[in-house]
C-alpha cells in the first residue's frame, strides 16, 4: 500500500485494519475510476475559474487526465492494491507527473463528494443503456405483434385454458411494458440527474466555488444545493435507480415464465434459438432453456441488490463509511440487469412459433366467453348468456377463426393500438 492520502503525525497504519477498511474498493473502483477522471477535469477546470489554477497548471493538469483516461481504456494504468480507492490513484497520478501543481486537485472537494459525482455519473450512464434495451426489446415485440397478428394462441388464466388470444395480443403486452420501462428508467434519469460536487464533505467549503460552471461541464440538469442532502442522497439515488431496473426485470421474468413453459414438450408452442440453449452433461437427449431460466432468476439479484443497500440506510446525516458497502450492490445490479435486458431483444426477433401446437391447444371451450358476449349484445342479459354459452353443444358451432378475430380486433381498434404504442415508442428513440 502506497502513502495514504490522510495518513499524518507519523501513524503507522495497521495492514489488518487497512485492509478492511479498503474491502473491495480498489476492484469495484474500475468500474467508476473513468468517470471519477471525467469529475476531476470539470474540478479542475472550476479551479481554474476562480484562481486557484493558473492557465498553464490547468492545461497540465487537463493533459494529464486526459492521458490516464486513456492508459484505464488502453490498460496500459490499473488500478490496484497499490492505491486505497480511485480517488487518491488520481491524486498520485497526478503528484507524479506534475509535482506541486499535482497537489492542487484536491482543493475544495473531498473524496465524498467525489465518490458522489463519480457514482451519479455512473448511474446516468448505466440508467441510460437499460432504457436503450427496454426500447430494443419494445421495438422487436411491436414488430412482432404486427407480423403475427393472426396467429393463434391460447390465453389462460390459473394455468388453465381460458379463451383465445392472438400474436397481435401477446407481442403488444411486452412493447407496452417495455416501453413503460423505458420511460421510468427515463423519468429515474432525470431525477437523479444533479451534480453533487462542490458539496465537499457534506458541509461544503469556505470558497466561491464556480459550482454552475461545474454542473454545466459535466452536463448535469442542476446541482444539488445543499450539502448535507448531498450526503443524505447516497443509497437514496441508488435505490431509486435499481428500482428501475428491477422493474423492467419484473417483466423479463414474467415474460421468461411464459416462454419457459411454452418450450416445454407439453406446450410446444414455441422455439428458441439454438445458442439460447445448452445441454446436459449426462443425458444425450436434452436441450436445456438455461438463458430462459437465469433470466427469469435476474431479478432476485437486482432486488437483493435494493435490499443490501436498504440496509445501509438506518444512519443520521452525514457521511458514514458503512456506504462504501453500497458500491458492490449497485455493480451487481446493473451488471446483472443490463446482460439480462440485453439479450431479450435478439432472442424475441429470433424465436419461432409452432402452429400445429398452438392450434392443437385450442379447444372448443375457449369459445365460451365471446358467444356469452355476443348473446348479450343482440340483448340478452349477461347473466342468462352466461348460461346459455354454458352449454357444451354450443360451442362447437363456433370455429377458432371467429374468436382469433375477436382478438385480432377487439372492438375494431386493433391497429390504432398498435399505432399508439409506435407513437409512444417513437419518443424514446
Not at 479498503?22 to 477546470?45: K, P, Q
Request: hydrophobic share 45%.
Amino acid at each position: 500500500m502506497s502513502t495514504l492520502l490522510w495518513q499524518k503525525d507519523g501513524v503507522v497504519v495497521d495492514a489488518a485494519i487497512q485492509a478492511f477498511l479498503a474491502g473491495d474498493d480498489v476492484i469495484l473502483d474500475r468500474e467508476f475510476i473513468r468517470y471519477d477522471i471525467t469529475a476531476s477535469r470539470a474540478h479542475a477546470s472550476g479551479l481554474h475559474k476562480i484562481g486557484v489554477l493558473d492557465a498553464d497548471e490547468w492545461a497540465a493538469i487537463d493533459r494529464e487526465l486526459q492521458q490516464l483516461d486513456q492508459d484505464v481504456v488502453s490498460g496500459a494504468f490499473v488500478l490496484d492494491a497499490h492505491y486505497e480507492d480511485m480517488h487518491s490513484a488520481i491524486e498520485a497520478r497526478l503528484i507524479d507527473r506534475l509535482a506541486e501543481t499535482g497537489k492542487k486537485i484536491h482543493t475544495g472537494r473531498s473524496r465524498n463528494d467525489q465518490v458522489l459525482v463519480a457514482t451519479r455519473l455512473w448511474l446516468k450512464a448505466q440508467l441510460l443503456a437499460c432504457q436503450q434495451h427496454c426500447t430494443a426489446i419494445a421495438q422487436v415485440a411491436l414488430a412482432r405483434a404486427a407480423q403475427d397478428r393472426d396467429v393463434a394462441i391460447p390465453g389462460y388464466t390459473h394455468l388453465q385454458r381460458a379463451m383465445v388470444s392472438s400474436g397481435l395480443m401477446w407481442w403488444s403486452a411486452w412493447a407496452e411494458a417495455f416501453i413503460d420501462n423505458a420511460e421510468r428508467l427515463r423519468a429515474t434519469a432525470a431525477w437523479l440527474d444533479s451534480n453533487p460536487l462542490g458539496t465537499a464533505a457534506g458541509y461544503g467549503v469556505n470558497m466561491a466555488l464556480d459550482r454552475a460552471h461545474v454542473t454545466e461541464a459535466l452536463g448535469f440538469a442542476r446541482m444539488q444545493v445543499s450539502p448535507i442532502y448531498a450526503q443524505l442522497s447516497r443509497g437514496k439515488f441508488e435505490i431509486a435507480a435499481i428500482e428501475a431496473v428491477c422493474s423492467a426485470l419484473l417483466d423479463v421474468r414474467r415474460l421468461a415464465w411464459d416462454l419457459s413453459l411454452f418450450t416445454t414438450a407439453e406446450f410446444g408452442f414455441v422455439k428458441l434459438p439454438a445458442h439460447y440453449t445448452t445441454g446436459s452433461s449426462l443425458m444425450p437427449n436434452k436441450r436445456n432453456p438455461d438463458v430462459i431460466e437465469l433470466l427469469r432468476a435476474a431479478y432476485a439479484r437486482c432486488a437483493a441488490s435494493r435490499t443490501e443497500i436498504e440496509q445501509l440506510m438506518s444512519l443520521p446525516s452525514g457521511y458514514h463509511r458503512d456506504l462504501q458497502f453500497s458500491k458492490p450492490a449497485i455493480v451487481n445490479a446493473f451488471k446483472q440487469g443490463g446482460m439480462a435486458l440485453a439479450l431479450v431483444s435478439p432472442l424475441l426477433d429470433a424465436l419461432v412459433w409452432v402452429p400445429e401446437k398452438l392450434n392443437a391447444s385450442l379447444d372448443a371451450s375457449m369459445h365460451a366467453t365471446d358467444l356469452a358476449l355476443e348473446l348479450a349484445q343482440s340483448g340478452m342479459p349477461f347473466r342468462d348468456a352466461y348460461q346459455a354459452a354454458a352449454n357444451p353443444e354450443r360451442w362447437e358451432t363456433r370455429s377458432a377463426e371467429s374468436s382469433l378475430q375477436a382478438r385480432v380486433s377487439p372492438g375494431g381498434h386493433a391497429m390504432p393500438m398498435l399505432e399508439i404504442l409506435a407513437a409512444r415508442l417513437q419518443t424514446l428513440i
